[in-house]
């Protein structure tokens, strides 16, 4: 079955990506004004079950504090690379 623009009701956005895999967000190019903002964004299209990866140009550790006061230890944290020019972490929701 088609909708109106032809494409398959099963078709998701039809952008062509694939949400297969852990998807990755690189804050350092986001300005620091609204950087929080697009994480927690982000973080809360993330199910139970399902992870992201965070890269950041620093020890995020005042938002992490912030995601803990939010999500109240539904996120799991796991640094996988600490510096010194980013800073990677998989942020992985256990409820």
Not at 55 to 60: C, G, S, T, Y
Request: glycine share 12%; proline share 7%; aromatic share 4%.
């Amino acid at each position: 079955m088609t909708n109106d623009l032809g494409l398959s009701a099963s078709a998701g956005c039809a952008c062509g990506c694939s949400d297969t895999g852990t998807p990755e967000l690189d804050v350092r190019t986001i300005p620091h004004a609204i950087r929080h903002g697009v994480v927690f964004g982000a973080l809360g299209s993330v199910p139970v079950g399902g992870a992201m990866v965070l890269v950041a140009p620093h020890d995020p550790k005042p938002l992490l504090a912030q995601i803990e006061e939010r999500e109240a230890g539904a996120i799991d944290v796991t640094y996988l690379t600490e510096g010194p020019e980013a800073w990677h972490l998989r942020l992985a929701r256990t409820r």
